[in-house]
């Protein structure tokens, strides 16, 4: 039996069934996000397809999806509906990220803020919210009251990362936290919505929840670190954008840590924009004890994903997700 993969996400499917029932899920996804931002306004429906249709990856969606395999039943529409929700929300945190990090590409092309102003994108993220919350009051009120808990983790999580830690607080412990609460939060509901709607027991409804939540800081972790480590014909990103942009991600706080009074430390001090002081400080943090550290942390978040899975039936929609858990470790090396 041959192995599917869907590229840049880490799902890997070995039943070609499993795979086809998946790509059709995603297929009616898209439908319905097309259709939950059309407006009789057409400027708010082309700026709300500007990411809709800017090529995505849809992990989100994936995870709501494969969630419901693991049941004799799922709910379909319910299940596309929840994935499009899980979607429209994190489409919507894409907008107003953009606007608060200045950002002025998303996806390979000009962000919304760019392309238009931050007016016109933060209104789009507010219109992108509004029919997330539409669509999520179609499936109970059980669900409207999760997906409101999760988008008040997504904006505590962001309003964490905007503060910083407060005095005394260790930097470590505020990022994990951090990302816990912006990445993993939304994945986890994604997972918990697809095993929602089947007929799978709740014990296992909680683990898959449990699995998003930390595979979802998992990838974080694994974007940290391929910023680092990573050549750019090998990751297809450019190395050290965290450092332009004066973003302490993991194994910068770990190096700090270790190192608080070196030259790698006076580097990461402030946002660098000199481009050999971003090669040098490549070159220290590739070579510290912080991107070692970071590279044992992200072993361990993976090792804990895999273990929250021991609950659910095997099979091909338990190896998918398996293969995931791999993955957020394979592509840093």
């Given at each position: ?13 070995s ?128 669900a ?68 998003g939540?930390?595979?979802?800081a ?25 450092l332009?942009?004066g ?74 997700l ?12």
């Open positions: 039996m041959t192995s599917s993969e869907r590229a840049g996400t880490g799902f890997r499917f039943d070609p069934v499993l795979a086809e029932v998946v790509q059709a899920g995603l297929a009616e996804v898209e439908e319905v996000l097309h259709k939950a931002v059309q407006s009789e306004f057409h400027p708010v429906t082309e700026t709300s397809l500007h990411l809709v249709d800017a090529g995505g990856k849809r992990i989100r969606p994936l995870f709501t999806i494969l969630s419901a395999q693991f049941g004799t039943t799922w709910d379909r529409e319910s299940v596309v509906k929840a994935a499009a929700v899980v979607e429209l929300t994190h489409l919507a945190t894409l907008y107003h990220d953009d606007v608060m990090d200045e950002a002025t590409m998303r996806r390979g092309a000009a962000s919304a803020n760019a392309k238009w102003d931050n007016s016109i994108a933060i209104l789009t993220g507010d219109y992108l919210f509004a029919h997330a919350s539409a669509l999520v009051a179609d499936l109970g009120t059980g409207a009251r999760i997906i409101a808990e999760t988008f008040s983790e997504l904006v505590t999580g962001q309003m964490r990362e905007t503060v910083g830690p407060r005095g005394g607080e260790d930097p470590v412990a505020h990022y994990l936290t951090t990302i816990a609460e912006k990445t993993g939060s939304l994945i986890a509901t994604a997972a918990r919505f697809g095993a929602m709607f089947s007929d799978i027991a709740p014990e296992q409804v909680e683990a898959l929840q449990a699995y939540d930390v595979i979802g998992a990838f974080q972790i694994s974007d940290d670190v391929i910023d680092i480590a990573s050549p750019s014909s090998e990751s297809g990103k450019t190395p050290g954008t965290d332009r942009e973003v302490k991600t993991l194994p910068m706080l770990y190096a700090l840590a270790d190192e608080p009074d070196s030259r790698l430390a006076r580097l990461l001090s402030r946002p660098l924009t000199d481009d050999a002081e971003v090669a040098e400080a490549l070159e220290l943090l590739r070579g510290s004890s912080g991107l070692a550290r970071a590279r044992r942390t992200l072993d361990d978040y993976a090792a804990r994903a895999r273990a929250t899975l021991h609950g659910l039936p095997a099979g091909a929609a338990r190896d998918a398996e293969s995931v858990s791999e993955y957020v470790v394979n592509r840093t090396r």
